[in-house]
């Protein structure tokens, strides 16, 4: 064989062992998975993972009813399907903010010394930047009595049961603030008492029983309406609406201004026995 001969022969092999590879490599590529692929095609990949959710925030500021920030307020959020809960305090510009939140529902409270909880129902959709402003009320003033017929209390100089209820001079310890000093309440403090008197029908009925009041106490330290939260008997209810729409107070201030406060009354009346 001449030599050109041999040259063409080397580089036809050449040429056949390429392709036979090339062919290999494509047939290996069309096999990805299950399933049957057209050889030389490439199947397309499955995703690695499932997509990411957004994650929301809720963001806010916590103030007075006078609109003055409050620091230092303990807030809770709960997410109301998984129970999760996340807390934080307000910060010195009565700021707080939670991050990374998956959409939902939540129910946020915030609460401190001195003031009445507040609490919200918030719904966050995924990615939502939420923003909520709440504003804190001065703490409820509570009062409980027992009232016991045939044990009514003797009239006071005016023929009723009206007594000076006389309280220690204003003390800084009765004061509450926050730690930089801001948002502080001074509850009210009464100065005049009117003690319920036990109905002597109800008494001669042998009625007995608890009854629950709420009044608000106003700016002058005076008791507005008087509403009744539960009901023993008629006449029993009355007696207590009437004794404390008489009760009077030194209000409660807030940063040294006059604010009205909640007044919850409890009066069980009972018989004595005899």
Known sequence: MSKPARLMLVAGLAAFVVG??????????????????????????????APITGFASVRGVVADRFGGPLSGVDVL?????????????????????????PGGSYSLEVSRDGFARTYRSVTLKDE???????????GNLEETLRVVAGREPAPGPDGTGRRSAVRPSESPRDRV???DGTGCVLPARKVSDLRPQYPPSASERGTEGIVIAEA????QGS?????????????????????????????TTLNGSPTPSLLTVTVEFAIAAR
């Open 20 to 49: 036979a590879d090339a062919m290999a490599v494509g047939a290996g590529l069309a096999q990805s998975g299950s399933g049957r692929t057209t050889p030389g095609q490439v199947q397309d990949r499955e995703p690695v993972g």
């Open 77 to 101: 959020l709960a997410n109301d399907a998984s129970g999760e809960r996340r807390t934080a305090k307000t910060a010195a510009d009565a700021t707080f903010e939670f991050v990374n939140l």
């Open 128 to 138: 939502e930047a939420s923003t909520q402003t709440l504003t804190m009320q001065v």
């Open 177 to 179: 603030c926050g730690a």
């Open 216 to 219: 608000v106490i106003d700016e």
């Open 223 to 251: 008791v507005g309406d008087v509403r009744v939260l539960r009901s023993a008997d008629e006449q029993l209810d009355m007696a207590v609406v009437d004794a404390v729409r008489q009760w009077q107070f030194v209000p």
